[in-house]
């Protein structure tokens, strides 16, 4: 315990360092129990059922990644069909005209020929959708956090295991959460400024 | 910092009934993380490091000589002529894409497979992927003659109301090759966050803090944000998958939807696939083997490590040989003239030469791997990995030259010859490969350093509970 926390206007959190998985495992347990639901929990790599002891929700991403794809796959059969089948003038919308190619006896509307291109461009709008659906449910890229100003908070992505709760948290009282966080028995309490 | 001694002679010894270790000489989390760290944070690298940038850099201003000589005269400074339109470049992309292809397998596949021992070998092989498809993605770019109207691969709308011919394989490896190299490189950067933040953390200098800390954006560890960066690993994982199976499938195509003996045949995407697996790993080991020793990551790419990626160039080097003796079978039991013809041609025909370099590197050389003794053996693994690459260019010369020099009418018969222009290009795309890959292995985290954490067995967030468990 290196820092006897006193309540300050600035303060944002207060944070516990733990230096194993299963003290950050425990920790995160008993902060839910004690009712805290602003808090969070900072490790080097993903442990294994943190998020769920935490009671963080399922993402929807999956659900995000399905519609991502599914506009890929019609956009592209949109693309194909209206730029190799049919002589679509959309001038009106675009300025742009579609094209009728016929080729070696081809039928206008050749599915099977069209198939590489719609799978390509369902996965690629769904990795798309993956990965900038993270990071948007993330609010990445995030340019100014307490937790990234702290300097004594630096072991995070090396091998030290943080518990953050907010002083936004209803629940949140400056000397009954620094006793909660003492009892959880931290190698550190390092008060976050805002 | 110290390195950690390597006892357990490199993580080899079997034991049924315990698990082998999956990396070794490391008990907690700090000195994984400074032990990988050190690459990037060693004020110099190893002089081995120089002398091959000096070389690549070299290699690759030669590529950029001969690109700017082939803009300036046009594709008549390369052998390609009647018949045979298709000569190195197309061999050549056929090679790097193919070598791109172990990288999303082992980020991908041996993720959704949980073949934990990917963690350490999947970060440089993604990057290997993601070099190896720009060489690829150069060759056709350069081939289609005039330049400056490459965009016409795109579906661009245009003044003349043209558009791409959707129904060409042609064009669906446009679109194959550039949705591999996006997802590749987003998989890579998705991997990479955690660890850029671990280096922005640790950054002596105020450069270092700012780049690697805007590349990192912002990553805090939060396991919020954690819980949705493992779904959307999975998910890629799950989307790479079948699109890393289907990038050499339609690369295949370009040949195999054509109605050319020796090329018009339903064996091609499966067996292309194989080969790229193939030539991937070949690749892999090629780049693993010296990194290793110059950057002393001995610990987590252990003899063992190499031994699996042998295993893996024994497995797909048999489908590749597989393949070889079926079209062979099919050739002659189907009767087709032509197709037989072909067959025989290539095995004895002007090109017997490169034909049976082919077989003897990737078909007999990769047998060796049935013994333990060769898996084991740096060198071995050196050199028989060395072969395949020569092997594999060689198939994909085989296929593409064979068959067009001589088709079906023998008044269109020709001979190809490359010219020393075709060479130098060839040999100034690994300039480009490796000076990529260089500058990767001095500036980026080589391993994956949360993923190797996360494998430790002091990851287990109820590694002591076990025992009150057991008591309850």
Same mark, same amino acid.
């Given at each position: ?43 080097? %790599? ?113 091998? /030290? %295991? ?19 966080? /003492? ?12 | ?59 690759l201003g030669l590529l950029g000589c001969m690109v700017g000589y082939l803009i300036f005269t046009g ?49 440089f092989a993604e990057a290997m992927t993601i070099f190896a498809v720009i060489c690829a993605g150069l ?99 799950? @989307? ?56 002393? @990551? ?105 068959? @067009? ?68």
């Open positions: 315990m290196s820092t006897a926390p006193t309540p300050n206007d600035t303060l944002w959190g207060l944070a516990a360092v733990f230096d194993t998985p299963a003290k950050i495992m425990h920790a995160a347990k008993a902060t839910r129990e004690r009712g805290f639901r602003w808090f969070d929990c900072h490790t080097p %790599f993903p442990v294994h059922g943190l998020d769920f002891a935490m009671g963080v929700s399922y993402t929807i991403l999956p659900i995000l990644v399905f519609f991502g794809g599914l506009t890929g796959t019609c956009l592209a059969i949109f693309l194909q069909t209206f730029t190799n089948s049919f002589e679509l003038d959309i001038w009106a919308l675009v300025p742009v005209v579609g094209y009728q190619f016929e080729v070696s006896g081809k039928p206008l509307i050749s599915t099977p020929a069209f198939v590489p291109v719609a799978f390509e461009l369902t996965v690629l709008l769904s990795a798309l959708t993956t990965v900038f659906g993270m990071f948007v449910l993330n609010k990445l890229p995030c340019l100014y956090h307490p937790v990234l100003k702290s300097t004594q908070l630096k072991r995070i992505t090396d091998d /030290r %295991f943080v518990l953050v709760i907010e002083a936004g948290d209803p629940e949140f009282v400056m000397e009954d959460a620094t006793d909660f966080l /003492r009892s959880l028995d931290p190698e550190s309490i390092v008060e976050l400024e805002a | 910092m110290t390195t950690l001694p390597v006892d357990n002679p490199m993580n080899v010894d079997e034991s049924p009934d315990t698990r082998a270790p999956l990396i070794i000489g490391h008990e907690s989390f700090d000195t994984v993380t400074a032990e990988i760290c050190r690459v990037n944070e060693a004020k110099k690298p190893p002089r081995a490091w120089y002398i091959a940038m000096a070389m690549s850099v070299s290699l594709v008549g400074v390369w052998g390609n002529n009647n018949p045979v339109m298709w000569g190195f470049p197309i061999v050549n992309f056929v090679f790097w894409v193919g070598i791109g292809h172990a990288g999303t397998l082992i980020s991908a596949i041996l993720f959704l497979f949980r073949q934990k021992w990917r963690t350490s070998i999947n970060r060759f056709p770019g350069i081939h289609i003659g005039r330049v400056w109207l490459a965009y016409w691969l795109f579906p661009i709308p245009n003044q003349m109301d043209m558009w791409p011919q959707f129904r060409s394989p042609l064009l669906w490896d446009v679109f194959a090759v550039s949705t591999y190299f996006t997802v590749s490189l987003l998989f890579w950067y998705v991997g990479l966050i955690p660890d850029l933040a671990t280096l922005r953390d640790r950054a002596t200098s105020k450069i270092k803090a700012f780049s690697y800390g805007l590349f990192s954006l912002g990553w805090r560890g939060s396991m919020r944000h954690w819980h949705r960066y493992e779904r959307a690993y999975l998910l890629l994982a799950a @989307l790479a998958t079948p699109l890393v199976l289907s990038v050499h499938s339609v690369v295949s195509f370009d040949f195999a939807v054509s109605q050319l003996p020796g090329w018009h045949t339903t064996i091609f995407p499966p067996y292309f696939v194989a080969g790229a697996i193939f030539s991937g790993f070949a690749m892999v080991l090629t780049l693993a083997i010296p990194a290793r020793e110059l950057w002393g @990551l001995k610990n987590f790419i252990t003899l063992r490590h190499l031994e699996n990626m042998a295993k893996i160039v024994l497995l797909t080097g048999s489908m590749v040989g597989y393949a070889y003796g079926m079209e062979f079978f099919i050739a002659w039991y189907s009767g087709e003239l032509y197709e037989s013809f072909a067959f025989v041609n290539r095995a004895f025909g002007q090109y017997a030469w490169a034909y049976w370099i082919m077989v003897s590197c990737n078909v007999i050389t990769p047998q060796i791997f049935w013994f333990k003794a060769c898996r084991r053996n740096i060198w071995v693994l050196f050199v028989a990995s060395l072969f395949v690459n020569i092997g594999m260019w060689f198939e994909r010369f085989v296929i593409t030259v064979t068959s @067009l020099a001589q088709d079906f009418l023998p008044s269109s018969w020709g001979w190809y010859e490359p010219t020393w222009v075709d060479f130098v290009t060839f040999l100034g795309s690994f300039g480009l490969f490796m000076t990529l890959f260089l500058l990767f292995i001095r500036y980026l985290p080589v391993l994956a350093i949360a993923e190797i954490k996360a494998i430790m067995p002091a990851a287990d967030p109820h590694a002591h509970d076990h025992d009150e468990e057991a008591h309850e």
